[in-house]
């Protein structure tokens, strides 16, 4: 352990009390400074850190806060290939049963594209579409290392979850600066984007269930918002009072802190950080804990697979796959 000794005179503590008292308080506030520089640069944290080289190698497949995840499902889970959101990477991983390593690479400079990417979903032609609060966009990246290829223009504010229709002409993107889901079209660029405002609904979470139902989770009141979006839009979200187009699924708030969304069949699945659990939503409204204990610790992305529902947690940086029983069980951790 490091030791620092500050030796002071007798006379200038004298000095000090028979009235200098500020040069003796500037004189030990000096001291201090020297004390925690010396012991942030020369201690033994500092000496016991790895070489900068050796430090970045250990770190070329760890998730540094994984919080968003898509799949592409295959035949098994095993087959699934996985798409995760890394928030402090900043970036996409491309997760395989056999391999993890960086899809795309975002950057570390504050409003630059994809400093900040919170949520994700597949593009129906390939790669993923991801939405980057930090340059409030919603970037297409087709494949790995390519440049992603924004689709609003800026014209969004914070997206926090995306979910494309399916048909695969549409991406709906939950706005949390303006409590909204607004509509972009796929396969426009962001030149000849029109940016359509779909309901008020201040989602963190958005799925379909079919062609015409987009769910939503919500942090407020009605936990539960089903948006049918065969209807007409309004133009702008503060027009919106009473909107037809949305309903309550469940009309009181039941989760303490919903992250995200995932459909399988009539089933709906939530993530809930705050509550360390997952819940399942049935066909008739009836709600419970799905699956609540280790390893799962603080979940937040969520999506299904043919076979499993997928899900982040940022605090355990690892995906894990859940089985799709009424008695679920983990089935793999990647």
């Keep these: 352990m490091s030791k620092v000794f500050l030796i002071v005179t007798d006379s200038d503590w004298r000095v000090s009390r028979a009235g200098n008292r500020s040069t003796g308080w500037l004189l030990r506030g000096v001291c201090v400074v020297c004390c925690v520089l010396f012991s942030v640069f020369?201690?033994?944290?500092?000496?016991?850190?790895?070489?900068?080289?050796?430090?970045?190698?250990?770190?070329?497949?760890?998730?540094?806060?994984?919080?968003?995840?898509a799949v592409v499902p295959g035949e098994s889970v095993e087959q699934d290939v996985l798409f995760v959101v890394d928030l402090e990477l900043p970036g996409i991983w491309r997760v395989t049963n056999d391999e993890r390593k960086i899809f795309y690479r975002?950057?570390?400079?504050?409003?630059?594209?994809?400093?900040?990417?919170?949520?994700?979903?597949?593009h129906p032609d390939g790669g993923v579409l991801v939405g980057d609060s930090a340059s409030r966009e919603v970037y297409h990246i087709s494949g790995s290392d390519q440049e992603p290829v924004p689709l609003s223009g800026g014209r969004i504010g914070i997206p926090m979850a995306i979910a494309v229709s399916p048909d695969g002409k549409s991406v709906y993107v939950a706005d949390a600066e303006r409590k909204a889901?607004?509509?972009?079209?796929?396969?426009?660029?962001?030149?000849?984007?029109s940016v359509s405002w779909v309901a008020r609904v201040n989602a963190r979470g958005l799925a379909?269930?079919?062609?015409?139902?987009?769910?939503?989770?919500?942090?407020?009141?009605?936990?539960l918002k089903k948006v049918d979006v065969s209807m007409p839009f309004a133009a702008r979200p503060d027009k919106i009072v009473d909107n037809p187009a949305v309903t309550e699924i469940l009309d009181?708030?039941?989760f303490e802190y919903p992250n995200g969304l995932a459909v399988h069949g009539d089933n709906l699945y939530v993530s809930d950080g705050y509550a360390h659990v997952i819940h399942l939503i049935e066909p008739d409204g009836k709600h419970r804990a799905w699956y609540t204990g280790k390893p799962l610790v603080g979940p937040v992305g969520i999506t299904a697979s043919n076979q499993a529902i997928w899900v982040t947690d940022p605090k355990t940086r690892?995906?894990?796959?859940?089985?799709?029983?009424?008695?679920?069980?983990?089935?793999?951790?990647?």
């Design 318 to 334: 690892s995906i894990m796959a859940f089985s799709l029983d009424s008695d679920p069980k983990l089935l793999q951790t990647r």
């Design 252 to 254: 009181k708030r039941v």
């Design 181 to 193: 889901v607004v509509q972009l079209q796929i396969g426009k660029s962001a030149d000849e984007q």
């Design 106 to 122: 975002g950057s570390r400079r504050f409003r630059d594209v994809m400093n900040r990417p919170r949520c994700i979903a597949t």
């Design 42 to 69: 020369c201690g033994p944290r500092a000496l016991a850190q790895p070489p900068a080289e050796e430090a970045k190698s250990d770190r070329k497949t760890e998730y540094l806060y994984p919080i968003a995840v």
């Design 208 to 223: 379909f269930q079919n062609e015409s139902s987009l769910i939503a989770v919500t942090p407020g009141p009605a936990s």
